[in-house]
């Protein structure tokens, strides 16, 4: 067996397994009629309320909710995240972090429009509010 088979045979098992883990991710996805953002830019003196409003939007989010809750968060110190209200586990809702951003204005209408546009793009639905 040559050199150049024996990458091609690697190359075809590793893409065959990445292949077969992304179909059984794609299985998992449920589609959504609904997307809600909430757009939080707490990089101000009003950072530590960014935390606070996270934590009662998940405690109050309801497991029984078709639509999915992604969160854009910029608080003062940390890196701004796109987050998930997941309830997609058992028990109680949980924050997955979606996007990590670098350090970036999020008062700038700019940064809003990209937000937006990439929440239509990974989660696209017939709603987004």
């Known amino acids: 067996m040559t050199v150049g088979s024996k990458i091609f ?3 075809i098992i590793i893409l065959t397994a990445i292949l077969s ?10 589609p ?5 953002l909430v757009y939080l830019g707490g ?5 530590d309320e960014v935390y606070e409003k ?5 405690v109050g989010w309801d497991k029984e909710n078709k639509g999915k809750l992604l969160i854009y968060n910029d608080p003062s110190g940390a ?3 796109l987050i998930e209200i ?4 058992k028990g109680n ?17 700019k940064v809003f429009g990209r937000v937006i546009n990439e929440v239509r793009t990974i989660y696209p639905a017939s709603s987004v509010v």
Do not use: M
Not at 86 to 89: L, P, R
């Open 9 to 11: 045979k690697s190359a």
């Open 93 to 109: 809702p949980i924050k997955e972090i979606i996007h990590t951003y670098g350090e970036e204005n999020s008062a700038d209408s």
């Open 21 to 30: 883990v992304s179909c059984i991710y794609d299985e998992d996805i449920h």
């Open 32 to 36: 959504v009629n609904r997307v809600i």
């Open 43 to 47: 990089d101000n003196s009003l950072s």
């Open 86 to 89: 997941c309830t997609c586990h």
């Open 54 to 58: 996270i934590e009662a939007i998940r």
């Open 79 to 81: 890196s701004p995240q």
